[in-house]
């Protein structure tokens, strides 16, 4: 027996809450002190009913599909991992979305969305400026790249500070691509994040670059799904 009511009586249900409260509070003024009590509990009981309701036809829905898009996400990405495996690599793939916080007026920030090895970072866990990176290089020309960071000086405009934040400085490679929004035909409008796979340890970045082609067409696959997926 299914004691959990559909959608449709939990937004009736929720909706009348409000009325409830108002007529028990008019009520309230024609009672004695002795029964005011009472019909405050009640008003408590309706309240928590109400939240009960939303939380099993709204937000836990919406916490199993967050679960199932992870486990979606994985069994596609495994093929990249298991790649990078091969070729002795130690590697990981963040998704990040594009956020504008509210106390960074009119800026936009890169937000870890989905991490492959997710008991590492959680979401929400990794957060930067647009502006820099590898991923802010990628958001703004709206094209891959790949870059061995080995040996190389240019500036990428992150901090002492914010190497020891975001613990990325024991990267070796990054290899990024713009995630689209897509119209209902199907082609790429603004960027709304951005797949990073990167790679630690000494020689990753040669070892990629010689084997570049097979990373791509492994990356590009997974982010045309995610451009998808995020699209909806």
């Known amino acids: 027996m299914n004691l959990v009511p559909d959608r449709t009586t939990a937004f009736i249900a929720t909706a009348l809450l409000p009325v409830a ?6 009520y309230c003024r024609t009672l004695s002190n002795v029964w ?47 790649q990078a495996t091969s070729d002795g690599i130690t590697a990981d793939l963040d998704v990040l979305t ?3 916080p509210w106390n960074k007026l009119l800026q936009s920030w890169f937000v ?14 990794l957060q930067f400026h647009v502006s820099k990176g590898v991923c802010g290089q990628v958001y703004r020309q709206k094209r891959d790249a790949f870059i061995n960071i ?25 290899y990024a691509w713009p995630i689209f929004r897509l119209d209902h ?13 990167y790679a630690k340890g000494a ?28 699209s909806k």
């Not at 020689?203 to 995020?230: H, N, P, Q």
Request: one cysteine or more; aromatic letters at 8%; hydrophobic letters at 45%.
């Open 21 to 26: 409260t108002v007529i028990l509070g008019v």
């Open 36 to 82: 005011i009590w009472q019909v405050v509990l009640g008003i408590c009981i309706i309240a928590a009913l109400a939240a009960y309701l939303s939380y099993r036809n709204i937000i836990k829905p919406v916490r199993d599909l967050r679960s199932v898009t992870d486990t979606f996400l994985k069994l596609i990405a495994k093929g990249i991992m298991d």
């Open 98 to 100: 594009i956020r504008h």
């Open 112 to 125: 870890l969305g989905w991490n492959y090895n997710s008991s590492d970072r959680a979401p929400g866990a």
């Open 150 to 174: 080995e040996g190389t000086e240019v500036d990428f405009g992150f901090t002492e500070e914010d190497m020891q934040r975001l613990q990325i400085g024991d990267v070796a490679a990054v």
């Open 185 to 197: 035909d199907g082609h790429a409008g603004k960027v709304i994040g951005v797949l990073s796979f």
């Open 203 to 230: 020689g990753s970045g040669a070892t990629i670059a010689g084997k570049l082609r097979i990373y791509k067409e492994l990356l590009s696959s997974l982010r045309d799904i995610l451009s998808r997926v995020m």
